[in-house]
T-cell receptor, first 113, second 110 residues
């Protein structure tokens, strides 16, 4: 299994641009989440999904959209990038069958200028 | 809102010393608690998962304890090695969501 994969690894955007961060998992996990990590702070939850077609907001959802059309994929869309969205973004997945142990992707480092 | 605190924020020890990393959280209604390791510029690697009904979990040189009622978990790393140098993150989970502390950055000196 590849586990949780994320693309791209690095991205630079100008303020106001939009883009989609890709996340995929091949473990048939029901649950998927997006977190952001900023220096000196813990990871914070942006959005999560408990299954295909079902998404919900986390702690810091503003400026981001998600959808979950398949079990495997959970893309994160930045609608109009702002410098405050400069961060490292991590996607994670988990399953009830493994006691909800979360598996993380390698991250996408995003800079907004 | 779950608040997670990890103490100390940084730790530097000579090789061979045992490590004790502390984590406290404010809401004891958790489903489980995970400890992660993060190397600079890398993702999170799961080290141990303790279910809320468990008191401790062990994997090799790692042992994690959980006292849910008092909102505390401790990660013990025995006989530290330079390869243990990393940031360690504690994350209690409730309602499908992890809450993270800022982590403890460990440096093991050869």
């Amino acid at each position: 299994n590849a586990g949780v994969t994320q693309t791209p690894k690095f991205q630079v955007l100008k303020t106001g641009q939009s883009m989609t961060l890709q996340c995929a998992q091949d473990m048939n996990h029901e649950y998927m989440s997006w977190y952001r990590q900023d220096p000196g702070m813990g990871l914070r939850l942006i959005h999560y999904s408990v299954g295909a077609g079902i998404t919900d907001q986390g702690e810091v959802p503003n400026g981001y959209n998600v959808s979950r059309s398949t079990t495997e994929d959970f893309p994160l869309r930045l609608l109009s990038a702002a410098p405050s969205q400069t961060s490292v973004y991590f996607c994670a997945s988990m399953t009830r069958d493994r006691n909800y142990e979360q598996y993380f992707g390698p991250g996408t480092r995003l800079t907004v200028t | 809102k779950q608040e997670v605190t990890q103490i100390p924020a940084a730790l530097s020890v000579p090789e061979g010393e045992n490590l004790v990393l502390n984590c406290s959280f404010t809401d004891s209604a958790i489903y489980n608690l995970q400890w992660f390791r993060q190397d600079p510029g890398k993702g999170l690697t799961s080290l141990l998962l303790i279910q809320s009904s468990q008191r401790e979990q062990t994997s090799g040189r790692l042992n994690a304890s959980l006292d849910k009622s008092s909102g505390r978990s401790t990660l013990y790393i025995a006989a530290s090695q330079p390869g243990d140098s990393a940031t360690y993150l504690c994350a209690p989970q409730d309602d499908y969501k992890l809450s993270f502390g800022a982590g403890t950055t460990v440096t093991v000196r050869a």
